[in-house]
């Protein structure tokens, strides 16, 4: 069974710090990429998958055709529900989990914990302080390598193309811009206080673009509007 390549992989976020300065990242590979790489080494004729509810629980079966032992080499795995599309995707999980059993994916076991700074524009802070990268922010693999059957270097960019994560690839150099901190807003909202102009507010606005989604920044840049306005 081939390694799969960095396009066959995902990046999904999987945790977000509570205050925002880091995200833990999981690689994953979906379903389709496992029907391609069954097609690719076996043909489309060369096996079969069904699934059928045991206890309650959905499994799935791949079998997959044994020239010299002329029959079928059955795999199978149980699914968890999605919170999406629940049947679905627990058919769906089901499928990738069986795909591993037969090989497919299953060196990213060996991935590392991966972690990365974030950014103040990554984020959106709520009005309950709860903290949550933007829509917008995405991670994909762009390198990987493997050795032994473990991942043995590993790049991961951003939506913006900007590396964020590097095992192992000293050409592909993270970016370690500082993430912005309590302290940096603080700073901010001092100076939005001691601010003596519409237009110095303004200024402040444009230039400090890592708060411009925050809504304490916001609010008290209102608030100190209002009140030089008087």
Not at 36 to 55: A, C, F, K, S, V
Not at 86 to 113: M, Q, W
Request: glycine letters at 6%.
């Amino acid at each position: 069974m081939r390694d799969l390549n960095a396009d066959e992989i995902d990046c999904r976020p999987q945790m977000v710090a509570k205050d925002g300065t880091w995200a833990s990242l999981l690689l994953y590979t979906n379903a389709r990429v496992g029907m391609n790489m069954l097609d690719e080494l076996y043909g489309p004729t060369g096996w079969q998958r069904t699934h059928e509810l045991i206890d309650g629980q959905l499994f799935c079966t791949i079998e997959i055709w044994d020239n010299e032992k002329h029959c079928w080499v059955k795999k199978q795995d149980v699914g968890k529900t999605s919170d999406i599309e629940k049947e679905k995707g627990r058919a769906s999980d089901a499928f990738k989990r069986a795909c591993t059993n037969v090989g497919i994916g299953r060196t990213l076991y060996s991935s590392p914990h991966i972690f990365v700074n974030l950014y103040a524009d990554d984020i959106t802070t709520y009005g309950n302080g709860s903290i949550r990268l933007k829509a917008k922010v995405s991670f994909a693999v762009k390198s990987i390598s493997y050795k032994n059957n473990v991942i043995d270097s590993l790049v991961i960019i951003d939506n913006k193309g900007n590396v964020r994560y590097s095992l192992n690839a000293p050409d592909d150099k993270v970016d370690n811009k500082k993430p912005t901190n309590s302290n940096e807003l603080e700073n901010a909202l001092q100076n939005i206080k001691m601010a003596t102009t519409v237009e110095e507010l303004a200024k402040m606005f444009n230039e400090l673009t890592m708060f411009q989604s925050n809504k304490t920044f916001i609010s008290a840049l209102s608030e100190r509007k209002k009140q030089l306005k008087k």
